[in-house]
């Protein structure tokens, strides 16, 4: 297969693993860096041994690039994703998909209208760990899913990022910073959503940061740093997940469980690829499975290779626009629902993406 030539808009903290994965995958050749600080982008060029790095308009501009991998911060999303899609080339960008759902459309209208492909990460489901679950359930293993739930408390990246202020703002919080890992693991597992409702608060309005580089700054918080939501899937099945920032002790509750008729789902960390899975049946014990599927150390680039591979070879790809746009509806669904005080029925829907393939001979059942 041909490698599909790559370009990277954004080179801050999270690009540096995506450089380095995307430089692996057979399916790719990475040819270009871009930033708006130029600087920042020839410091990634260097490291990886790029040619030379671009500016965003000479990036866009390169008629050799087909995919523009988007690691912007959450605002610039949908327009660098817009404009990547009006310079003809296809898109893969990082969560959430866009800040709004009004521009999320627009980047799969423009998609659609010019016949180009969208990915989103997260694409963690697509590792061993959420793999395997997956196969678990649909061999039968727990019987009829019947209920999920996902836990994400933590207190916050302050302690943390050198500059999490993004992380506060509107767009950003504990639900958009990493519920598309646990929604993304629960579509994949039990399908769509339906319908969903919530609470969501801003426990504390100011937060100070006490990382190194801006230690001491005090940040005003303009989106909830608690969500507490219910999901009701398509399949029937009803979904409970917490994301939070106020956790600041600490917790001992699980990733995701998801309970069946016949048995009990441990998942491993959704913002993982590995982990540890383990399956209780009625009336038997907590045993761990052997992972079926590979795909389990930090493998962030993958869906934009498993992109390149269906661009070559048609198809589907699994870490898609439409998924990810009803990840975005389904979290702006929790704030809808906990500011109006109802359900917020789901206008969006998606398909499970296709299963990866297991390694040769696993079994879980």
């Known amino acids: 297969m041909k490698p599909v030539k790559v370009g990277v808009v954004g080179c801050g903290n999270i690009s540096q693993i995506y450089f380095a994965n995307l430089k692996k995958y057979p399916e790719i050749d990475l040819v270009a860096a871009a930033d708006i600080d130029l600087e920042r982008a020839k410091m990634r060029a260097e490291e990886f041994g790029l040619a030379k790095a671009y500016t965003v308009d000479e990036l866009m501009s390169d008629p050799e690039i087909e995919i523009v991998v988007n690691l912007t911060f959450p605002k610039a999303h949908a327009t660098v994703c817009l404009q990547a899609l009006e310079a003809g080339k296809h898109v893969y960008v990082e969560k959430p998909l866009a800040v ?7 980047v799969l209208e423009l998609a659609k209208a010019k016949g180009l492909r969208v990915a989103s990460a997260p694409e963690t489901f697509l590792g061993g760990g959420i793999q395997t679950c997956r196969k678990l359930i ?5 019987g009829q899913p019947i209920s999920v739930s996902g836990f994400m408390m933590g207190g916050g990246p302050e302690g943390w990022h050198p500059d999490p202020e993004f992380f506060y703002e509107v767009g950003g919080g504990p639900m958009f910073d990493m519920g598309p890992y646990y929604l993304t693991a629960f579509i994949t597992l039990l399908g769509p959503i339906r319908r969903v409702t919530g609470s969501a608060v801003i426990s504390y309005p100011e937060r100070t940061i006490t990382s190194e580089k801006k230690h001491g700054k005090v940040m005003k918080v303009e989106t909830p740093t608690h969500i507490a939501g219910v999901l009701d899937f398509a399949s029937g099945a009803v979904g409970t997940l917490i994301t939070s920032f106020d956790a600041k002790a600490g917790t001992s509750l699980p990733n995701i469980e998801v309970h069946g008729s016949a048995g009990s789902l441990l998942v491993p960390d959704p913002n993982m690829f590995g982990g540890t899975v383990k399956l209780r049946r009625v009336g038997g014990e907590w045993e761990e499975i ?4 590979g795909n389990t150390d930090n493998n962030r680039g993958i869906g934009v290779a498993d992109m390149a591979r269906a661009i070559r070879e048609g198809g589907p790809h699994r870490a898609n626009g439409a998924m990810a746009f009803h990840v975005l509806e389904a979290m702006h669904g929790f704030h ?3 500011r109006d005080g109802k359900h917020y029925v789901m206008e969006s829907t998606c398909e499970r993406p296709e299963a990866m393939p297991a390694l040769e001979g696993s079994t879980t059942v």
Not at 100 to 106: F, I, L, N
Not at 290 to 293: I, K, R, V, Y
């Open 290 to 293: 052997a992972l079926t599927h």
């Open 138 to 142: 649909d061999d039968g293993a727990i």
């Open 336 to 338: 809808d629902a906990s």
């Open 100 to 106: 709004t759902r009004e521009e999320g459309r627009k």
